[in-house]
Structures are given as C-alpha cells and as structure tokens.
C-alpha cells in the first residue's frame, strides 16, 4: 500500500509517444493472456512476469516474511551456476534481470539485446524453476534481510506506514507487516521452506505477461510456452477488495524521538472497477496528490510553510481498498496540520472543485501520461498494471476520454458521496508535544 507518486510534468511533444503504442495480445496453450507490443526500431526486448497472489499475503504465519526471502534468493544461482557464475552469465548475455514482491505479487522483469532472447529466457527459466539456494547465499541473504528490517525499524515512515495499516486492517490482516516478527522468523526460514513456497507460488494460475520491444509475436510465443510450461499448475484465485476501515476517526500516536513528526492518514475509497474511479482520481489528485498543484500543499506547505512534502493517493488492491496520505512537519505543528486536512476535506466535499482545478488535473494526467511509455520496462509495468486490474488492452487510447469526461458536477457528487473529515483516521510518529 502506497500513496501515489507524480512526475514533473512534461513537455507537450511526449504526448505523441502514446500514438505509436499497438498493442496486441495472444493466448498461450495453457490458457495465459499475453500483451505485447512490437517495435522493430529497437535493439532491445523486456519482459514481465507477474505471479498474482504470490506476494507477502501468502507468507505462512509463522514464518512472516517468506516470500520476501525467496524473492531475494533466485538471482542467487541456478542450475549449473553457482551465484557469481550465474550473476556472471546475465552479464555476458546482456540481461538486466530484476525480481520484486509487494503485499499482492511477485514480479519478475527481464530485459536483454534482441539477439541473446532464447539465452534469457533459458538463464530466468533456471532461476525461478532450479535456484541452487545454497548455504551460502542463504546466509548471505539472512544478514542483508536482517539489516534491512533494522534500518527499517529506525525510519519514522516506515513505522507510520506500518503502524497505519495495522491500524485501518487490523493486526492480523495479510496486508499488515510486523518487523519484529519478520526479524525473529529469518533465522527459522530454511531451504525446503523456499523450495516449498516456489512451488507453490510460482505457477501458471494468476500469472500476467507483458512484453515490449524488437521481437516477434512467433518468438515470443515459442519462448514463453516453453518457460512457462515449466512452472507447476497452481490454483486459480479471484478475490474482491473491501473498503471497510477499522478506526475511523480515531487519532494514533507513535512515540518517537525524531525531530519532525511523520503524520500518515488514511480514509475509506472505492475499488478500482468502481463508475466513480476517474472522477475521484481527479479529485485526490487536486486535493493532495499532485504536488504543487493541489490545494493541501498549497496550503499547509506553500502559504504556511508547515511540511516539507505531502502526497495523497488511491490504494486499490486485491483484498483492500482505500485512500492514504503522509506529510511531515515539526512537533509543534501536528495539529495544526492535522486540522487543516480536515477542513480541506470539508471543505471539498461540500463544494467540489472549481473549473479550473478540474481542468488543470485533467491537463497534468493526459500529459503526463505518455511518460509511461518512454521505456520497454515502463511499457510492460504499464500493461501489467492494467491487466492487474481487468482493464481492455485498448485503455491507453481510452483512458484520456475516460478522464476528460468527467465535469464539475460529478466531482461535486463524488465529493459529497467519498469524503467524510470525521473518518479520516491520523498515525503519528514523533515526539508528543
């Protein structure tokens, strides 16, 4: 779960880069979708494998923090190559290999020269189907997660943000992560409880592929079945977020000795397939989540000089919906902050945006949106995103409508229905004044 993060806004000419973007999609023998894109012109092609529900929901209770040490052990050598061979290999095949988890998933990007494609997809097949997971690298990885997790525990975002989520999820919810029960699990985390939970989360079931680049729809196909035909079945899971939030309303203080307090707030959202997705987009955008341009940070850090950074944004994920926010600012000044977020919430929920802001908002997205599309690894965590969430493969030529379309008297609606100053829930983490 992450507020949203907004570029500086581009020039006028990026927004052509959209116009050249066909995609297309094919579907492989064991029944996975595949959205591609081609582009002859290039030297490169990258590709992206999202193994849904994988992620650190599906970590065993008592050992929190699994997945998060697999992820870290599979570039760690695999087949015949221990790690520095391995490592070593996708040096001289020219592939950039990379592996990531989040609450929901796994995922896994890859990109090489349009010439070393099958010797890619032969070095990610021995990584996620024979890791070596030696004694080694196991340690190795123990102590580099073990620091991480410590440094962790010393960052006054990383508690808020923790403590938050416990907070509107509740202690026991997959979503909530506690590091000192990750920390005492890394020591009982043991080799046949990696290769255990890659079986059992590295499947074809729930699995999302993307691709971009100078390759062929045939070539693609051919090396995708054969890589993935090596993964074992799974199961098939679908599941529909909620939007309930425990502690509404409620103001939560973590103490700490910080010079300046971290003030994380979260409030109930909608889902992403929800009618009203674009014209709330819009509205957290112009009141919180387009810095520079929205009316928190023109308030509490423009005119009042109170925070240095405040970002506001739309968490959908598989099991949970809402909106989160986080600023910082001194001791002295938490509630005052805190009660100007609350009356900017009223006040627009009561009275919409104006023209303008709406018509700005609108501006910021339809050009800011082509960036997205600058870069094959941009472009296929662009159409991994949106197969993640149930969306066409033509939305990047639909989704400029989609938010154009949207006026002021729907964002006054929207307003009115979504935002209650009095469920707004407030985390901080700082000293007590």
């Known amino acids: 779960m992450a507020s949203q993060a907004y570029a500086s806004m581009p020039t006028k000419t990026a927004r052509a880069s959209t116009a050249t973007i066909d995609v297309k999609d094919f579907t492989l023998k064991d029944g996975q979708v595949v959205w591609f894109t081609t ?3 290039l030297d490169v092609v990258t590709i992206a494998l999202c193994f849904q529900y994988a992620g650190a929901r599906s970590d065993p209770k ?26 070593k290999k996708l040096i001289e095949k020219n592939v950039n290999f ?17 010439s070393n494609v099958s010797e890619a997809f032969n070095l990610i097949k021995l990584a996620l189907t024979e890791p ?60 046949t409880d990696l290769e ?3 079986k059992q989360h590295i499947t074809q079931a729930n699995l999302k592929i993307a691709a971009a680049g100078n390759i062929t729809e045939d070539t693609l196909k051919k090396n995708l079945e054969d890589l993935i035909s090596a993964f074992p079945k799974g199961k098939k899971i679908t599941q529909i977020p909620n939007d309930k939030l425990l502690n509404s309303g409620k103001i939560i203080h973590v103490e700490m000795n910080v010079p300046q307090a971290t003030i994380m707030f979260a409030h109930p959202g909608i889902t992403r397939n929800d009618p009203d997705f674009y014209a709330t987009h819009l509205l957290l955008q112009a009141l919180g989540g387009n810095v520079f341009e929205s009316r928190l940070w023109k308030d509490i850090r423009e005119k009042r000089g109170l925070a240095y950074h405040l970002s506001l944004g739309l968490f959908s ?22 009660k100007l977020i609350k009356e900017h919430w009223k006040n627009v929920a009561e009275n919409g945006l104006t023209p303008e802001e709406l018509k700005l908002q609108k501006q910021f997205l339809n050009e800011s949106y082509p960036l997205d599309f600058t870069k094959t690894s941009r472009i296929v965590r662009a159409l991994l995103s949106y197969q993640n969430e149930n969306l066409s493969k033509d939305y990047i030529y639909e ?35």
């Open 317 to 338: 994920q598989k099991l949970q919906c809402g909106i989160l926010g986080v600023t910082g600012t001194k001791t002295t000044s938490v509630q005052e902050v805190i």
């Open 399 to 433: 989704r400029e409508a989609l938010f154009n379309q949207v006026t002021v008297d729907d964002i006054k609606r929207v307003a009115k229905r979504l935002l209650k100053e009095n469920e707004l829930t407030f985390l901080i983490v700082g000293k007590k004044e």
């Open 196 to 198: 255990t939970h890659l």
């Open 62 to 87: 008592d050992k929190p923090g699994l997945g998060a040490f697999l992820v870290a052990m599979l570039d760690e050598g695999a087949g015949p190559y221990d790690s520095q061979a391995f490592k």
């Open 132 to 191: 070596c997971f030696t004694n080694d690298a196991h340690a190795r990885t123990q102590k580099q997660l073990t620091a991480s997790l410590m440094q962790s525990m010393h960052k006054p975002e990383a508690i808020a943000r923790e403590k938050i989520i416990a907070a509107i999820l509740g202690d026991d919810h997959v979503y909530t992560k506690n590091t000192e029960k990750q920390l005492a699990a890394l020591t009982s985390i043991t080799k």
């Open 98 to 114: 990379s592996i990531s988890i989040n609450q929901d998933d796994i995922t896994v990007l890859f990109k090489t020269t349009s």
């Open 39 to 41: 582009d002859p012109e």
